[in-house]
């Protein structure tokens, strides 16, 4: 028995100190502290992917905003992320807003900038997101008719062709100019085609009318079109475009550091674009790359400051416009589902990077 006794305490004691050293080394206060960064590393993203619809007339891919076209052409999101290791993906979507919706659906995408009625279609039909920026606001629109026809009001149109791309934010700016004017869209003919469409079905005599931004212009300045309307002359600003930054709530409740960052880049790039002195250059980026003529491009912005067009602020009178987005869009049945602006805006980011 004595023997026996010997032998326990042999090996008790040292499986004892062995037991003891590992306890102090795995303790959970020292192992939180010890892995802290770890854990933050684990759950940041390592690569941020951006969509945009490509709006470029040209070879390259462009979003022609002059904004978000700065951040992408002088890679200023690369630049600053590669100091963490972080890669930033752009994907340019000819189908527009439902091919980027789908995309966010998927979770291909992390963060979107998208005109407002694609990104309200999105939220209304349940995809978990957050407005985290504006990106433009009261953006002209024009109407481009069949000249030498006396096209000269929306009452002459009546009856008539339109081509409109629906399910865009060139859809609900139509809805709310005519709106605007007492009329609705069952008074006209819609034709669903994108911009490229309506416009060569306009040059080519097969549509009566198109409601659009630059490109309608081109086509008035090569005597294809006339422009009998526009959103220049309603001062409440019914049938301009606005557009977002919209981003998945997942990615932004796992990676907080990160999206505080992407915001503080758009506000130092709005800043740059803001000043008088970079107007010219800014318009020049955007009008090289996209291949809009840059006189049309100036003109129409003529008499619009930079910095009132592309201020990425959630302020309340870009949310009220968001909001009678939201309305139209119920009213006209391209949504089912309503949306409380309040909850679906995240304006903390913005608020933080403009108050700096």
Same mark, same amino acid.
């Given at each position: ?6 032998? +326990?305490?042999?090996? =008790? ?27 933050e590393n684990q759950d940041a993203a390592h690569v941020i992917r951006i969509a945009s619809p490509d709006l470029s007339a040209s070879k390259n891919n462009s979003t022609a905003n002059a904004l978000v076209d700065h951040v992408y052409l002088n890679k200023i999101l690369e630049k600053e992320f590669s100091k963490e290791n972080i890669k930033v993906e752009w994907n340019f979507f000819k189908g527009a807003g439902p091919a980027i919706n789908e995309a966010l659906a998927n ?8 005109? *407002? ?21 009261? !953006?002209?629109?024009? $109407? ?14 009546? #009856? ?7 399910? /865009? ?21 819609? =034709?669903?085609?994108? /911009?490229?469409?309506? !416009? ?7 549509? *009566?009318?198109?409601? #659009? %931004?630059?490109? =309608?212009?081109? $086509?008035?300045?090569? &005597? ?6 526009? +959103?220049?002359?309603?001062? *409440?600003?019914? #049938? ?8 998945? +709530? ?13 915001? *503080? ?12 002195? !970079?107007?010219?250059? /800014?318009?020049?980026?955007? /009008? ?9 491009? @100036? ?14 602020? %959630? ?8 909001? +009678? &987005?939201?309305? @139209? ?28």
């Amino acid at each position: 028995m004595l023997t026996s006794k010997k032998h +326990t305490s042999f090996w =008790v004691f040292p499986l004892f100190i062995v037991l003891l050293a590992v306890f102090f080394y795995f303790k959970p206060e020292s192992f939180d502290k010890k892995n802290q960064t770890f854990t933050e590393n684990q759950d940041a993203a390592h690569v941020i992917r951006i969509a945009s619809p490509d709006l470029s007339a040209s070879k390259n891919n462009s979003t022609a905003n002059a904004l978000v076209d700065h951040v992408y052409l002088n890679k200023i999101l690369e630049k600053e992320f590669s100091k963490e290791n972080i890669k930033v993906e752009w994907n340019f979507f000819k189908g527009a807003g439902p091919a980027i919706n789908e995309a966010l659906a998927n979770k291909q995408i992390d963060i979107a900038y998208l005109g *407002d009625l694609a990104a309200i279609i999105g939220k209304s039909n349940g995809l978990d997101t957050k407005i985290i920026a504006a990106t433009g606001r009261n !953006n002209p629109s024009y $109407l481009g008719v069949l000249p030498n026809k006396g096209y000269d009001s929306l009452e002459k149109l009546k #009856g008539k062709q339109i081509g409109v791309w629906q399910g /865009t934010a060139y859809q609900l700016s139509f809805n709310k100019f005519l709106k605007s004017q007492g009329y609705r869209p069952e008074d006209f003919r819609i =034709v669903n085609l994108d /911009t490229s469409a309506a !416009n060569a079905a306009l040059a080519a005599k097969k549509i *009566d009318a198109t409601w #659009g %931004l630059i490109p =309608v212009l081109a $086509l008035k300045k090569k &005597g294809l079109a006339e422009v009998p309307l526009s +959103t220049h002359t309603n001062k *409440d600003g019914s #049938g301009t475009m606005q557009s977002v930054f919209i981003a998945r +709530t997942a990615f932004l409740q796992e990676n907080p550091a990160l999206a505080q960052k992407f915001s *503080d880049i758009l506000v130092d790039s709005y800043q740059w674009i803001a000043k008088e002195e !970079n107007r010219e250059q /800014t318009v020049n980026q955007v /009008t090289n790359n996209a291949g809009f003529p840059k006189d049309l491009y @100036e003109e129409n912005i003529k008499n619009l400051a930079l910095k009132d067009i592309y201020s990425p602020d %959630l302020d309340p009178y870009f949310k009220a416009h968001l909001k +009678t &987005g939201i309305e @139209e869009a119920l009213d006209a049945k391209l949504i089912q589902k309503n949306i409380n602006i309040e909850e679906w805006v995240d304006d903390q980011l913005i608020k933080k990077s403009l108050n700096r």
